[in-house]
Structures are given as C-alpha cells and as structure tokens.
C-alpha cells in the first residue's frame, strides 16, 4: 500500500507544534532577563501552574473536535473554587468536599450541554452569558472579598494534588499527562471519540448513522465542566485561597491552545497530541510574559495574535487537505 | 386545486390528484404499485408530512419489492427527500402507515430503520469528509476489542472487503474521504450499506454534481446492488440516469404521486413530459400506473 497524503498532513501538524514549542523554550530561555526562563524557581513555578490551565485546555479541545465551544470556563473555575473552599470550610471531608466539586463541574456542563443542543442557543453565545453568569455569582457569593482555608492540615490530600513525585515532578505535571493519556484513549481509540468526530465534521451524516449527536455534545460540555472543577481543586489546594478574578482570559487562551494544536475552529478536526502540546505552547508564552515583566496587558495582544495565526494557518492546511482531494 | 379539474372521466381508479390539497386518500391508499418482481419488501401508505405550515407529504403511497430498483423522480421540492427521510427513521411521518417484510412498523429514528436493513445515503453528505474510510463505513458501529477499544484493523479488513466487493479499489482504508472523488465517496458509501447486509439502500440523488464518468460508477454500483438480490431507491431528477437502472419509475409532485410505472413501459420523453406537464399542472398523465 502506498503512503496516504492526508495523514502525513495530520502527524506534520504535530511535529510542528512541537518545533513551535522547543523554539519558543529556547527563545525563552535566552531572551527572559538574566535568563529567569530556565532558572528552577521558575520551571517550578511553570510547572504547578501550567497543568492547572492545560488540563481545562485539553477539555476544551474535545469540546471543539466535537464543533462546539466553552467560554466560560474560567468563571467555572473560579466558582469551582469557591465551592471547593466552602465545602472543605464547612468541615466536609476533604475527599468528599473534592467529590462533590467535580460532580457540581459535570453537573454545570450538563447545563451548559442542554442549554446549546436543546435551547439551541450558539453555544459561543450561550458560554458567553454563562462566563458572566458564573463570575459574576462568584463575586456576590464573595462579596468580592478574598476566602481561604488552611489545607495543610490534609497533609495526604494536599500531596496528592500539590506535592512532589520523587521530590522534583510536581504533582500537577502528573495529573495533567494522566489527563492527557486518558483523553487520547477517549479521543482517538474509543468508540465515543469516533462520534465525537463524526459529530464535528458532519453532525447530519453522524445522525443519519445513529449517532446521537446532542448526547456528544452534551458529555464534551460535562468533560469540560469536570476538567474545571478539578483544576479549580488543584488550584485552590495550591494557594488555600480563592479570588474572584482566577481563571479570567483562560476562555481565549483555551481556544488558542487547541487552535495552536492543529483543532479546527469548526469542528471534526484536532488531536490530543496536538492540544497538548498547544496548551504547553500557551503555558509557555503565558510564563514568559510574566517573567519578561512586560504589562499584563500584553498577553492579551500576544493571545490574539497567536489565535489569529493559528487559524489562518488551519486555513492553508484545509486547503492543502482540499488540494490533496483531487 | 391545480390539475383537480381536469381529471378526466375514465379511468378514475388509477388516478392521482396533482392538486395542492391531500391526494386522493382513500382512492390512492387502495392503489397496488406495480411488482416488476418479488414480493413487498418496503410498503408506505398514504403518507402525510408537514413542516410548521408546509405540507411536504400529502399522502403518498409508495412501495418497494424485494431486489427491486424503483427510481423517485419529481422536479425540486416535490417532497422525494422528505419521503425517503421518512422511510429510513429520520423524519416520523404525521399521518400514514409503514409496512416492512409484510409487518407493520414504526420507524422512530435512523436506528429503528437501520435494524431492520435499510441503509440510506442522503443527498446533504453522508460522510464525514476528515475521517478515513474505515471509520466512516463503520461510523456508529464501530467494532471493539475486548478492553472496549476500536478494532483498527478489523474496520481496515472489512471496509476494504466491502469496497472491493463492488469494484471499488480505493489506495487505503486510512485514507481521508476528503481524498476521494465524489464517485468514490457514493461508493464508500454503499459500501457500508453492503458491509452491513442491507436488505434495502435509498440513494438521495446520489449523482448529483458528479461527472459523466463518476455517474457511470455510481449506476455500476446500483447494478451491483440489484446483483446481490438487495433493493435500490434511486432519486434523481435527471431521468437518463435512472432510466439505464430503474426497475419502476415513481414521480411525485407537490407532495403527491404523480405516476408510478414499469421502466419498460414508457421512455425518457414521455416521462419528462408528465414531470413538465404535472408541475404546470395543466395536464393529467397518461401513463399514470402500469398494472
Ligand atoms: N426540514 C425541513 N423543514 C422545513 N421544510 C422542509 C424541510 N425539509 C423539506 N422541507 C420542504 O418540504 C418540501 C419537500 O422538500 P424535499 O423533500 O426536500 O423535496 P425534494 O427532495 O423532492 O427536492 C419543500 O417545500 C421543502 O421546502
Ligand atoms: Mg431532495
């Protein structure tokens, strides 16, 4: 059998993200001041934070293989945190107090499934009003003041989440990979992920095959909303504390992540492999902003361009998959 | 209205009511198609279906014998998808009856028909053009191995099986169907129908935007459909096509039959007439149902 055009194309795409990321660790590593990239305090500091913004992103890449997005997921974070702490200050068990914050993040992204395939509200507009409708509840429930809890005092629990694997990998770096691994399994090896699919590329033809495409849609938005909550947990178990602002302007770099990774804006098409090294990407240019103690504000613009630079590559390559038709 | 006022006096039984209220009901539920072979495979009767405050279907009658080739004809909006939609599970019919091997049957999803062997392939794309072959032809039925993942190399075996069963030899069951010509793609298509023992296929106008070439594939298919004793609905509005194939030749207008009639009995022109003639509605047909 002769090799085949289009696959080439998708295992390029990723081989390519990954030359964007090693350019982009090297860039860093010479042009931050002092060189504070590679400096361990900061690949410390990258790699308990990253995992806590790559793990939603590789939920929210599922999410739009299957053709649909999610804004809001830092407003679900945010109160994810909120009920995680309050939970575990109401003196629940910890694990318990965990639990429930999960099943409260796949409860909320049933609502947010329902509301875009039974409402049939766009589901860019319908996130957008839950993105308000979340931060904003988060604000009253805090009155916009800070909360905290002392976790130490589970001092299992807080290694499980927080700590250290063999003294250096921090916990999150594992949890993320895990994620991963599971998600590919999902994605790429399973019969959902052939639907999920199916349901982005063509949600008629997947429909006309049985496939019940609301469900899909329905069970991305839960992988989503669990994804939020458990990072809202890492995240909480990390800083003891909750602010109302966490996760602001991880919608976008959400999307830039899986864009960045090679998944179409339109569903159908993107990898595992792809979102997460685009969510590394991300992580990356994210870390290097901080450190290059450039405004904040600067992210935003180095976001936007990335977006727009990904999509139009999607462009050129859906046109190149198009070309390669003939 | 239109039409209803010429219904000539003789022959009143065989007759169908081109006008733009509900077909004659009771008269057409009583008609027989015509069998050109076998027995009933697929029979559907006074069939009605709105659309908010569409009247798509207005009780048509349609049967299909086992093996059979009937081609659906009609001009653009004459409600041969919507029929068909109707008959593989996805669009419920609001009035009507459906009879399957001789039983009545309720079709409540594409599932409900797909159980009982009928594959359709639509008109709006009936594959996704970034996955590969493989994983279209077993799309919703993907096979699994025992750890409850897909098995790659069972689809690969099988899909290229299927293809090469209807001449098909396509490079690699890995490859994108996005690579493929749209022959090609109506093929991978039927394929899946074959692979899965259909007992009947519905192409909804499965030549449409093709090249001359790529519709000679597409009618090769058909024939070697009919070959495997499995019967074929053929909608098309372009009657040449369906003439080289067609067993029996069914035309609706405006949500009603028009004519249903052996492809031995008449010929192309003929039949383009009464399609001109009944959308004008100024005319009944003359060949309205071979006996
Ligand atoms: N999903 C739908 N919603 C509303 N109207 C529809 C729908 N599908 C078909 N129709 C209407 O029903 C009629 C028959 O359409 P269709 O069955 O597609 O015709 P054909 O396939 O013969 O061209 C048309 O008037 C069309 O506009
Ligand atoms: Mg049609």
């Known amino acids: ?326 | 209205m239109e039409g209803s006022a010429q219904v000539p006096a003789n022959d009143e039984e065989e007759l169908f009511d081109t006008g733009s209220l509900p077909c004659v009901s009771e008269r057409a539920a009583a008609e027989e198609a015509a069998p050109t072979n076998g027995q009933v495979l697929l029979k559907m009767v006074n069939i009605h279906k709105w659309f908010g405050r569409v009247h798509a279907l207005r009780g048509v009658n349609f049967t299909v014998h086992r093996g059979e080739v009937v081609g659906l004809c009609g001009d653009n909006g004459a409600g041969k998808s919507t029929l068909i939609k109707v008959a593989s599970g996805y669009h419920t019919a609001d009035e009507g009856q459906i009879f399957f091997e001789g039983r009545e049957v309720k079709l409540r999803s594409p599932k409900d028909a797909r159980a009982l062997g009928i594959e359709t392939v639509y008109q709006e794309q009936a594959l996704c053009p970034h996955l590969s072959i493989a994983r279209n032809i077993f799309m919703g039925r993907e096979p699994t191995t025992l750890l409850g993942l897909i098995d790659q190399r069972t689809m690969n075996k099988e899909s290229m099986e299927a293809l090469a069963s209807m001449g098909l030899r396509l490079r690699s069951p890995h490859a994108l169907v996005s690579a493929l010509s749209g022959g090609q793609r109506q093929g991978v298509a039927i394929a899946r129908a074959i692979h899965f023992k259909a007992k009947l296929v519905i192409l909804d106008e499965p030549t449409i935007a093709l090249s001359v070439k790529e519709v000679r594939e597409v009618l090769d298919f058909v024939r070697h459909l009919r070959d495997q004793g499995v019967a074929v609905v053929f909608i098309t509005h372009t009657l040449h096509h369906v003439f080289s194939v067609a067993d029996r030749i069914v035309v609706l207008a405006h949500g009603c039959n028009l004519v249903d009639v052996r492809t031995k009995d008449t010929d192309v022109d003929e039949l383009s007439d009464i399609i001109a003639r009944g959308t004008l509605g100024d005319a009944v047909p003359t060949t309205q149902h071979a006996r």
């Open chain 1, 1 to 326: 059998m002769e090799s085949q055009p289009i696959p080439f194309f998708v295992r390029f795409r990723n081989i390519g993200v990954l030359v964007v990321l090693i350019v982009l660790v090297a860039g860093a590593a010479l042009l931050t001041p002092q060189n504070t990239f590679i400096q361990e305090a900061n690949l410390k500091t990258l790699l308990a934070l990253g995992p806590e913004f790559g793990i939603i992103a590789l939920g929210v890449g599922v999410l739009m293989v299957s053709g649909e997005f999610d804004l809001s997921v830092g407003s679900q974070l945010a109160l994810g945190s909120l009920i995680f702490i309050s939970l575990a200050g109401a003196g629940i068990n910890i694990y318990i107090a965990a639990l429930l914050t999960c099943l409260l993040g796949v409860g909320i992204g049933l609502l947010h499934g329902l509301v875009v395939v039974k409402a049939r509200i766009v589901s860019f507009i319908a996130t957008l009003g839950f993105m308000l409708t979340w931060r904003g509840l988060t604000e009253i429930l805090t009155a916009g003041k800070v909360r905290s809890y002392e976790f130490v005092q589970h001092e299992t629990f807080v290694q499980i989440f927080t700590g250290r694997v063999g003294d250096v990998v921090p916990s999150q770096v594992i949890w993320f990979v895990l994620f991963a691994i599971v998600l590919y399994f999902v994605l790429h090896r399973g019969r959902f992920g052939n639907w999920i699919y199916a349901t982005g590329d063509n949600a008629q033809a997947a429909r006309a095959m049985a496939i019940d495409t609301h469900l899909v849609k329905i069970v991305c938005f839960m992988i989503v909303g669990f994804l939020c909550a458990f990072s809202a947990i890492l995240q909480t178990t990390r800083t003891s504390a909750v602010t109302t602002h966490a996760g602001t302007g991880w919608e976008l770099q959400a999307v830039a992540a899986a864009v960045v990774g090679g998944t179409s804006l339109r569903g159908g098409r993107g990898s595992m492999i792809g979102v997460f090294l685009g969510a590394l990407v991300i992580m990356v240019i994210d870390n290097m902003i901080v450190q290059a103690r450039l405004p904040y504000e600067w992210s935003y613009a180095a976001f936007g361009v990335v977006i727009l630079a990904a999509a139009l590559l999607d462009l050129g390559i859906e046109k190149q998959i198009q070309r390669a038709a003939v």
